[in-house]
């Protein structure tokens, strides 16, 4: 399983992005997808998940209202849309997959990850 992300770049506050993530490989096992960033000299952070078997979406707090997560089964590719972004959303934002979704967004439940896209508000 491949993931490769793209649709990063620079915004100003305010503005809006959509990341795109297409997954290539073997899907069938792959019932969760997710988005998470990494600040520069800080920890992973969860931003969204979808349970592609129930539907079932979430989100980190921080995100909640501006952020959605979506994907187009047909062309095996997961979407973060990005609204009213901040300054402090700027990171690299990773696509992951995984089995499970679990009930947070963990990174340790999440087994395959794309190389990342940068995002930049300033």
């Known amino acids: 399983v491949q993931l490769v992300e793209s649709g990063g770049g620079s915004v100003q506050p305010g503005g809006s992005l959509t990341l795109s993530c297409v997954v290539n490989g073997t899907t069938t096992s792959l019932n969760c997808m997710g988005w998470f960033r990494q600040p520069t000299g800080k920890d992973y952070e969860g931003v969204a998940s979808?349970?592609?078997?129930?539907?079932?979406?979430n989100y980190a707090d921080f995100v909640k209202g501006r952020f959605t997560i979506s994907r187009d089964s047909a062309k095996k590719t997961l979407y973060l849309r990005m609204n009213a972004l901040k300054p402090e959303d700027t990171a690299m934002y990773y696509c992951?997959?995984?089995?499970?979704?679990?009930?947070?967004?963990?990174?340790?439940?999440?087994?395959?990850w794309g190389q990342g896209t940068q995002v930049t508000v300033s």
């Open positions: 992951a997959a995984g089995s499970w979704c679990g009930a947070g967004l963990s990174p340790s439940l999440f087994a395959y």
């Open positions: 979808l349970d592609s078997f129930h539907g079932a979406t």
